[in-house]
Nanobody, 126 residues
């Protein structure tokens, strides 16, 4: 199983980035997907998650209204559109998958996820 995260970079506050997470080696439609982030010296933090059909997204309060998670099952890819970025959003962003049944969303606990990508750095300058 491989999860390849990409799309990170350096952006000014107020700008936008779109992260991608391309999956291979698994039956993608069996898995819900989450995005997490980790800033230096901090614990890994939940950002957003989506169920295996692309519905019922959930977000951390800190990103609600600014970030949008979506997925394209034909492309086996999950996206995280990040708008109105703030310096506090600076972190390494990780995607992760969890096998679920029906429309269950994996949730915010990183311990329940099965597979993790390598991370992509997002830096927001003030």
């Amino acid at each position: 199983v491989q999860l390849q995260a990409s799309g990170g970079g350096l952006v000014q506050a107020g700008g936008s980035l779109r992260l991608s997470c391309a999956a291979s080696g698994l039956t993608f439609t069996f898995y819900g997907v989450g995005w997490f982030r980790q800033a230096p010296g901090e614990e890994r933090e939940f950002v957003a998650a989506i169920n295996r059909s692309g519905g019922s997204p959930v977000y951390a309060d800190s990103v609600k209204g600014r970030f949008t998670i979506s997925r394209d099952n034909d492309r086996r890819t999950v996206y995280l559109q990040m708008d109105s970025l703030e310096p506090e959003d600076t972190a390494v962003y990780y995607c992760a998958t969890k096998r679920v049944i029906s429309s269950v969303i994996p949730g915010p606990d990183p311990r329940v996820y099965d597979y993790w990508g390598q991370g992509t750095q997002v830096t927001v300058s003030s």
